[in-house]
């Protein structure tokens, strides 16, 4: 029989830069003690507003020194933290930021680095690369070239990778819950596989103690700052324009920034932000981070989330088991289609449900008199058939296989949608509860739709047409009122 699995998380490899494994519906807290805090953080984040202004005077005039920006916008103290701020009117297209490579933080950049040398054949994943670079020269304090940039940088996010135990206990039942406890995982095995054979191995470059929290803090500023264009490969920290906030407001689709040639011949490459709308001077600079993000990614990855449905979605997750007596045909069927054994499906808030989530469904619970579509005859045409009702046992199996899944998840979260709402209208909600509570009842709200398509298909079944009467239809053999016509010899 085929098994539906809502896993409480799935991620995805082409978003990601990590890929651990599915994790049950249940809260997970660390298991490891508790260890030391940020020993190497940078000093910038500092408790004191008269400490805070001098390092970004000091950040700004290391800008200047460095040819960065073209005086059209300029590091300020903001709302969100730091930003950047407009000196004069901008249109839209203007130019606001121009960061020279030699400031990036990026492969280039710890290849010409002791820590290049100390990682030997670069076989690093290039965040694990540029995450010991940032605290190689967190450790090197003002000896730094980077010292006023490192200054700067917040000791952690509002992103539930930095979130207490009792903090993610806000979480329980979500998928984000697991999405960050295999993050955290992945980010420990990371750690551990560094520790010994690069940190460890060179004491003259890490002379302190390098703890996992400081490794922590490392992914989470690139996962933080990084535009996600140049994820992967291409991974880049860019001070300066690294501090542009995100609005949900910009909704251009267009990329806000280039990679460009400059000065003489075009050698020396810039990184190039410009303005996607147009702004007034003293008001900050926003972009849009990514139209496509939930806000279970936008909370794992930046530490905020929005009031709009479009970031609402819950990925549901659907297998072929092995023990299905038609595992094998199923499992070619599915490949053939350009899926797999196990398939995620995001069903997003107010939309319709992915086009290849019913077919897959129906794919999955197909058995007894319907098994005859996985023969080989069938093999290039099923899936069309499948697209389409099969028969009333087939349909009524994927009501209530996906109904009775989205009711057992719905009971792992320790609040209802209306408890949620109620605490949403509160005021002075601290930021990272109204994370907790935004994305459990988004999440919540999606299960529930898929639980009532579900429910109102399964009254509808005696009024769909199935795969044995468009047959008959085809072969001519049913009447206009829907009868079966015979022939008599």
Same mark, same amino acid.
Request: with cysteine.
């Given at each position: 029989?085929?098994?539906?699995?809502?896993?409480?998380?799935?991620?995805?490899?082409?978003?990601?830069?990590?890929?651990?494994?599915?994790?049950?519906?249940?809260?997970?807290?660390?298991?490891?003690?508790?260890?030391?805090?940020?020993?190497?953080?940078?000093?910038?984040?500092?408790?004191?507003?008269?400490?805070?202004?001098?390092?970004? *005077?000091?950040?700004?005039?290391?800008?200047?020194?460095?040819?960065?920006?073209?005086?059209?916008?300029?590091?300020?103290?903001? *709302?969100?933290?730091?930003?950047?701020?407009?000196?004069?009117?901008?249109?839209?297209?203007?130019?606001?930021?121009?960061?020279?490579?030699?400031?990036?933080?990026?492969?280039?950049?710890?290849?010409a680095s002791d820590i290049?040398?100390?990682?030997?054949?670069?076989?690093?994943?290039?965040?694990?690369?540029?995450?010991?670079?940032?605290?190689?020269?967190?450790?090197?304090?003002?000896?730094?070239?980077?010292?006023?940039?490192?200054?700067?940088?917040?000791? +952690?996010?509002?992103?539930?990778?930095?979130?207490?135990?009792?903090?993610?206990?806000?979480? +329980?039942?979500? $998928?984000?819950?697991?999405?960050?406890?295999?993050?955290?995982?992945?980010? *420990?095995?990371?750690?551990?596989?560094?520790?010994?054979?690069?940190?460890?191995?060179?004491?003259?470059?890490?002379?302190?103690?390098? &703890?996992f929290d400081d490794f922590?803090?490392?992914?989470?500023?690139?996962?933080?700052?990084?535009?996600?264009?140049?994820?992967?490969?291409?991974?880049?920290?860019?001070?300066?324009?690294?501090?542009?906030?995100?609005?949900?407001?910009?909704?251009?689709?267009?990329?806000?920034?280039?990679?460009?040639?400059?000065?003489?011949?075009?050698?020396?490459?810039?990184?190039?932000?410009?303005?996607?709308?147009?702004?007034?001077?003293?008001?900050?600079?926003?972009? *849009?981070?990514?139209?496509?993000?939930?806000?279970?990614?936008?909370?794992?990855?930046?530490?905020?989330?929005?009031?709009?449905?479009?970031?609402?979605?819950? &990925?549901?997750?659907?297998?072929?088991?092995?023990?299905?007596?038609?595992?094998?045909?199923?499992?070619?069927?599915?490949?053939?289609?350009?899926?797999?054994?196990?398939?995620?499906?995001?069903?997003?808030?107010?939309?319709?449900?992915?086009?290849?989530?019913?077919?897959?469904?129906?794919?999955?619970?197909?058995?007894?008199?319907?098994?005859?579509?996985?023969?080989?005859?069938?093999?290039?045409?099923?899936?069309?058939?499948?697209?389409?009702?099969?028969?009333?046992?087939?349909?009524?199996?994927?009501? +209530?296989?996906?109904?009775?899944?989205?009711?057992?998840?719905?009971?792992?979260?320790?609040?209802?949608?209306?408890? %949620?709402?109620?605490?949403?209208?509160?005021?002075?909600?601290q930021s990272r509860l109204?994370?907790?509570?935004?994305?459990?009842?988004?999440?919540?709200?999606?299960?529930? $739709?898929?639980?009532?398509?579900?429910?109102?298909?399964?009254?509808?079944?005696?009024?769909?047409?199935?795969?044995?009467?468009?047959?008959?239809?085809?072969?001519?053999?049913?009447? %206009?009122?829907?009868?079966?016509?015979?022939?008599?010899?």
């Amino acid at each position: 029989m085929a098994t539906l699995l809502l896993h409480r998380h799935h991620l995805h490899p082409q978003r990601r830069p990590y890929s651990p494994g599915p994790l049950p519906p249940r809260l997970r807290l660390p298991s490891r003690p508790p260890r030391p805090r940020h020993r190497l953080l940078p000093r910038a984040a500092a408790s004191s507003a008269t400490a805070a202004a001098s390092a970004l *005077q000091d950040f700004r005039r290391w800008l200047s020194s460095h040819g960065a920006g073209e005086g059209k916008a300029f590091p300020a103290a903001v *709302q969100e933290g730091l930003g950047l701020v407009a000196s004069r009117d901008l249109p839209r297209g203007e130019v606001v930021a121009e960061v020279p490579k030699k400031l990036w933080m990026d492969a280039d950049a710890v290849a010409a680095s002791d820590i290049g040398r100390a990682c030997g054949g670069g076989d690093l994943r290039p965040w694990v690369a540029v995450a010991l670079l940032l605290l190689r020269e967190a450790a090197r304090g003002a000896d730094s070239p980077w010292a006023p940039y490192l200054a700067i940088l917040p000791r +952690q996010t509002d992103s539930t990778i930095f979130w207490s135990d009792e903090e993610l206990l806000e979480i +329980q039942g979500t $998928q984000l819950l697991s999405t960050t406890m295999g993050v955290k995982d992945y980010v *420990q095995s990371e750690f551990d596989s560094v520790e010994a054979d690069i940190i460890s191995a060179n004491k003259d470059l890490f002379p302190g103690t390098i &703890t996992f929290d400081d490794f922590l803090w490392a992914f989470g500023i690139l996962r933080s700052r990084v535009f996600p264009e140049l994820r992967g490969d291409k991974l880049s920290l860019i001070p300066f324009a690294d501090l542009v906030n995100h609005s949900p407001d910009i909704t251009s689709e267009g990329s806000c920034w280039e990679i460009k040639g400059k000065g003489l011949f075009g050698r020396e490459l810039v990184f190039s932000l410009r303005a996607p709308v147009d702004v007034k001077s003293g008001e900050q600079i926003y972009i *849009q981070y990514d139209l496509d993000k939930s806000n279970a990614e936008l909370a794992l990855d930046y530490g905020f989330i929005e009031s709009n449905p479009r970031r609402d979605s819950y &990925t549901v997750t659907l297998e072929i088991s092995e023990s299905d007596p038609f595992y094998g045909d199923k499992l070619d069927i599915a490949e053939l289609n350009g899926l797999g054994e196990t398939a995620y499906f995001d069903v997003v808030l107010d939309e319709p449900l992915p086009p290849q989530m019913l077919p897959y469904l129906r794919l999955l619970c197909i058995g007894g008199t319907d098994a005859f579509l996985l023969e080989a005859l069938f093999r290039n045409s099923v899936w069309g058939h499948l697209e389409l009702p099969v028969s009333p046992d087939n349909e009524e199996s994927i009501c +209530q296989v996906i109904q009775d899944a989205c009711k057992s998840a719905i009971a792992a979260y320790h609040t209802t949608i209306e408890e %949620d709402e109620e605490l949403l209208q509160r005021e002075n909600l601290q930021s990272r509860l109204k994370i907790a509570i935004g994305v459990r009842v988004g999440e919540k709200k999606v299960l529930q $739709q898929i639980d009532d398509i579900f429910k109102q298909r399964e009254e509808e079944l005696d009024g769909l047409e199935y795969y044995q009467e468009r047959r008959l239809k085809d072969l001519g053999l049913v009447g %206009d009122n829907g009868e079966i016509i015979f022939w008599e010899s």
